[in-house]
């Protein structure tokens, strides 16, 4: 708790929050069993998982039988909607508590803050759903990493600093949990994020009957009939045709046959506005699966559909982000010199966290993410300093711009024409500038569909406009006619043109589109950033984002509809995490896209081993019936390396890509430690650690290994 002495400072050092507290603490020790009361046949008042986790008590937590005996083995088919979402309730519960308790077992680890409860009762015992004020200290904690909370952090109130979890049950009477339900600010860390698990809970949840519910995909992956349903007449004359008009687009990109097989069959697919469908696509390693989803990307930009991409890790969606980047030929500032004809790099947005953030900008790529996005053009949308100002100031000024009243008052003086033009370049410049500045951002930070054809093109003149009359200005030769231009005497225009343009055709030009864009665009004046945040999902056209951060689309809602999910690496994802993406408002065709041999998605809890938990949607879907496109062809690894996983674990099923042999690959020295072409080394003593929540494990043992073996090859070239 913080002192009372620092509480005097609350007013600049101190924010605002709410918690929701839970009930008084069972006696220590007990050992109780724990039921959820979940629906079960018709549709009754959901719980929330904040509710189900405030009923714990510290042992409840720490208790790994708790819900043993709720958990039962996830079939491979299911005969109704209920019978599916029942059977992912008490796993998912399972692996909130276990991951909360390894938490706990952490807790000397942990961030922590100073807050000061604003309305608490003189003991703990307090009834559930209790809802308190509290403020907590800006600064930082020596030693700690820094913390504010967040809306949906679950935190643990005490009175003293645990050391470790004994601690906790030592003092167990002066501990708390309790659910962050409402902040001031809204930033990272957190001790743990139970916000986007709730989003999954609820979408496990759902009312079966709603009939806003959007159930179609959930309703085809129950079992092999229902998959079997994802044929159509149609496909094969389309995909026939959608390959030939392929080949001719991207002929730069050389697809094998498995691929051109796979990018028709799911653009052939998704043409189908009247159907729903779950679509696999099953590849080796290195057989260019990222490649195709690039390319399915690209296509669906070009058709204006919707689509969500999402990927297990924030580096696993940044590579293919990386490789549409590569495809259409944009990097970092560069304009498009690609393949491809320019594409709108505004209808392409990342959702990510600061990981994410240090991650793109460090490669070139932060005009993607959506924060930084948010940060260029909250500006543009201040009611005294945005867009439509900016356009009123540029009116005023280019219709008072060397008016004749200024040029009769000054026109005696010897030093006029020297001094009025200065002058008058002045004003130009400090209201013109800062206006061409905030129309490039919107052109290039807002999606398309905000903007009309005839919008774009005005918008886009003006800024050339703008371009052309600072040179005409800037023109030493035509210092002596300008002021004519604008007092009804004759001149020479073709004497002052620049690009085609005179002063007053430029600026005559210019009045007539700034009078009718002012009245026309359907863009909000005054918008903060959720309001900002919330314009560029709704109307981008391609978004990005990890699996963890795919409750945000969910619950920021109004920001649909969707039209198609693709999910990168769905194998390293467990089936209950897409439960929610599935279910997005108009979302009508998913693409599940990952390797038979991926590494399982990760479970803290080890009674949830062997009952199907770990399992993905994608390895499901492989047991009921077959992948619908297969990739076999690799272009990463030499024959000779490609041999040994060949044989040990692909069954002789990986294809050697005629690439893969290169005569030109240029000699040199290896170290001693390297002497075939596939080589194993025996780390016994790292350890995995993993530093942060929805982060991948790391092993900084085998790194150092791995670092000095890349340093002995670089010293051999």
Same mark, same amino acid.
């Given at each position: 708790m913080r002192s009372d002495e620092s509480r005097r400072n609350w007013g600049r050092h101190w924010d605002f929050g709410i918690l929701q507290r839970r009930r008084k603490s069972e006696r220590v020790g007990c050992n109780r069993s724990f039921d959820m009361a979940l629906p079960s046949g018709a549709f009754k008042k959901k719980r929330e998982l904040s509710d189900v986790v405030l009923e714990w008590a510290m042992d409840d937590v720490l208790n790994e039988d708790l819900l043993k005996h709720k958990i039962k083995k996830i079939p491979q088919t299911f005969v109704s909607l209920?019978?599916?979402?029942?059977?992912?309730?008490?796993?998912?519960?399972?692996?909130?508590?276990?991951?909360?308790?390894?938490?706990?077992?952490?807790?000397?680890?942990?961030?922590?803050?100073?807050?000061?409860?604003?309305?608490?009762?003189?003991?703990?015992?307090f009834a559930p759903h209790n809802l308190v004020g509290f403020r907590w200290s800006r600064d930082n904690v020596v030693g700690r990493?820094?913390?504010?909370?967040?809306?949906?952090?679950?935190?643990?109130?005490?009175?003293?600093?645990?050391?470790?979890?004994?601690?906790?049950?030592?003092?167990?009477?002066?501990?708390?949990?309790?659910?962050?339900?409402?902040?001031?600010?809204?930033?990272?860390?957190?001790?743990?994020?139970?916000?986007?698990?709730?989003?999954?809970?609820?979408?496990?949840?759902?009312?079966?009957?709603?009939?806003?519910?959007?159930?179609?995909?959930?309703?085809?992956?129950?079992?092999?009939?229902?998959?079997?349903?994802?044929?159509?007449?149609? @496909?094969?004359?389309?995909?026939?045709? /959608?390959? %030939?008009?392929? !080949?001719?687009?991207?002929? #730069?990109?050389?697809?094998?046959?498995?691929?051109?097989k796979a990018v028709c069959h799911v653009l052939s697919t998704i043409r189908c506005c009247n159907l729903f469908s779950i679509n696999t696509i099953s590849g080796y390693p290195g057989t260019g699966k990222t490649e195709i989803i690039s390319i399915i990307c690209w296509m669906a930009l070009q058709k204006k559909v919707k689509v969500v991409v999402c990927a297990p890790t924030t580096f696993s969606t940044f590579e293919v982000v990386q490789r549409l980047w590569k495809l259409v030929g944009q990097c970092g500032s560069n304009a498009s010199k690609g393949m491809f004809p320019e594409w709108p790099l505004s209808d392409v947005v990342v959702l990510g966290d600061e990981h994410a953030e240090n991650?793109?900008? @460090?490669?070139?790529?932060?005009?993607? /993410?959506? %924060?930084?996005? !948010?940060?260029?053009?909250? #500006?543009?949308?201040?009611?005294t300093s945005g867009w439509k100002k900016h356009m009123s100031l540029m009116i005023d000024l280019l219709e008072n711009l060397f008016s004749k009243k200024d040029l009769l008052l000054e026109y005696e003086k010897i030093d006029f024409l020297t001094g009025y033009l200065e002058t008058q370049k002045g004003r130009f410049a400090s209201v013109a500038f800062p206006f061409k500045d905030c129309?490039?951002?919107?052109?290039?930070?807002?999606?398309r569909a905000l903007f009309s054809v005839l919008e774009l093109m005005n918008l886009s003149s003006l800024v050339n406009m703008i371009d052309s009359m600072w040179s005409?200005?800037?023109?030493?030769?035509?210092?002596?006619?300008?002021?004519?231009?604008?007092?009804?005497n004759e001149v020479e225009e073709t004497y002052l043109e620049k690009n085609?343009?005179?002063?007053?055709?430029?600026?005559?030009?210019?009045?007539?589109?700034?009078?009718?864009?002012?009245?026309?665009?359907?863009?909000?004046?005054?918008?903060?950033?959720?309001?900002?945040e919330h314009l560029c999902l709704k109307h981008a056209r391609l978004i990005f984002c990890s699996v963890p951060q795919l409750p945000k689309l969910k619950l920021m809602g109004g920001i649909g509809p969707f039209d198609v999910l693709i999910a990168d690496r769905a194998?390293?994802?467990?089936?209950?995490?897409?439960?929610?993406?599935?279910?997005?408002?108009?979302?009508?065709?998913?693409?599940?896209?990952?390797?038979?041999?991926?590494?399982?998605?990760?479970?803290?809890?080890?009674?949830?081993?062997?009952?199907?938990?770990?399992?993905?949607?994608l390895e499901r879907i492989g047991f009921l019936c077959k992948p619908d496109c297969t990739l076999e062809v690799q272009y990463r690894m030499h024959p000779e390396i490609s041999y040994f996983p060949n044989k040990k674990f692909f069954n002789w099923k990986l294809v050697d890509s005629p690439k893969t042999i290169d005569g030109n690959i240029k000699k040199f020295s290896l170290p001693d430690c390297i002497s075939a072409p596939f080589s194993f080394f025996d780390v016994s003593d790292g350890k995995e650690s993993l530093d942060e929540p929805n982060e991948e494990w790391k092993n900084l043992i085998e790194a150092a290994v791995t670092c000095k073996i890349i340093m002995s090859l670089l010293k051999g070239r």
């Open positions: 209920n019978h599916y979402f029942e059977s992912f309730r008490y796993p998912f519960v399972e692996e909130t508590r276990a991951l909360l308790a390894s938490c706990l077992n952490s807790i000397a680890d942990s961030p922590r803050i100073d807050v000061h409860i604003e309305k608490a009762c003189q003991q703990m015992g990493k820094p913390y504010t909370p967040r809306e949906g952090d679950l935190v643990l109130l005490t009175i003293m600093v645990p050391k470790d979890v004994s601690d906790l049950k030592k003092f167990g009477a002066f501990n708390c949990l309790a659910f962050v339900s409402e902040v001031e600010k809204y930033e990272e860390r957190h001790f743990m994020a139970t916000l986007d698990k709730s989003q999954v809970w609820n979408a496990m949840n759902v009312n079966v009957d709603d009939p806003n519910a959007n159930l179609n995909l959930i309703k085809q992956i129950l079992c092999a009939d229902s998959l079997v349903a994802k044929a159509w007449p149609c @496909s094969l004359h389309e995909e026939n045709t /959608l390959s %030939e008009n392929l !080949l001719l687009k991207i002929q #730069p990109v050389e697809l094998n046959e498995s691929q051109i991650l793109y900008i @460090s490669h070139g790529f932060a005009d993607v /993410l959506l %924060e930084d996005r !948010l940060i260029l053009l909250e #500006p543009c949308f201040s009611a129309i490039r951002l919107l052109l290039k930070y807002l999606p005409i200005l800037c023109d030493d030769s035509a210092k002596l006619k300008p002021v004519m231009l604008f007092t009804g085609g343009w005179t002063l007053s055709r430029a600026r005559d030009y210019c009045l007539e589109i700034l009078n009718d864009v002012i009245d026309t665009l359907r863009l909000p004046v005054n918008a903060g950033k959720p309001s900002i194998g390293e994802v467990n089936e209950c995490e897409l439960l929610l993406p599935l279910q997005l408002h108009g979302l009508q065709h998913a693409i599940l896209v990952g390797g038979d041999c991926s590494l399982p998605a990760t479970v803290v809890s080890k009674n949830l081993c062997g009952i199907g938990y770990k399992r993905s949607l």
